[in-house]
């Protein structure tokens, strides 16, 4: 399985990035994608999570600003983030991992994530 993040970058206070997860090998054994966010020298944060049936999850810092969703078709999660702020500087890794207990209040569960994606970085900055 892999999982590979794009979509990061460098952006103004304000604006908006779209990221994309793209997942090949098999991963019917996962139920649930999310997103989580690490800073140098912090530990690794959920950011938002989907489930199977389309359920939602997001960390209270970014709700109403970021947007989880998923084209299973093309086998791809993506996060919407509008309203950037420079405290959403970060190295965002997208996850895979099973949600039988429902989603956590920050996405998925760090103890049920089966495969991480290498990252991409966001900097929010100007």
């Known amino acids: 399985v892999k999982l590979v993040e794009s979509g990061g970058g460098l952006v103004q206070p304000g604006g908006s990035l779209r990221l994309s997860c793209v997942a090949s090998?098999?991963?019917?054994?996962?139920?649930?994608m999310g997103w989580f966010r690490q800073v140098s020298g912090k530990e690794r944060e959920g950011v938002a999570g989907i489930d199977s049936d389309g359920t939602t999850s997001y960390t209270d810092s970014v709700k109403g600003r970021f947007t989880i969703s998923q084209d299973y078709a093309k086998n791809t999660v993506y996060l919407l983030m509008s309203s950037l702020k420079p405290e959403d500087t970060a190295t965002y890794y997208c996850?895979?991992?099973?949600?039988?207990?429902?989603?956590?209040?920050?996405?998925?569960?760090?103890?049920?994530?089966?495969?991480w994606g290498k990252g991409t970085l966001v900097t929010v900055f100007g």
């Open positions: 996850a895979a991992g099973y949600c039988t207990g429902g989603l956590g209040p920050t996405g998925i569960p760090p103890e049920n994530v089966d495969y």
């Open positions: 090998g098999d991963i019917s054994g996962d139920d649930c």
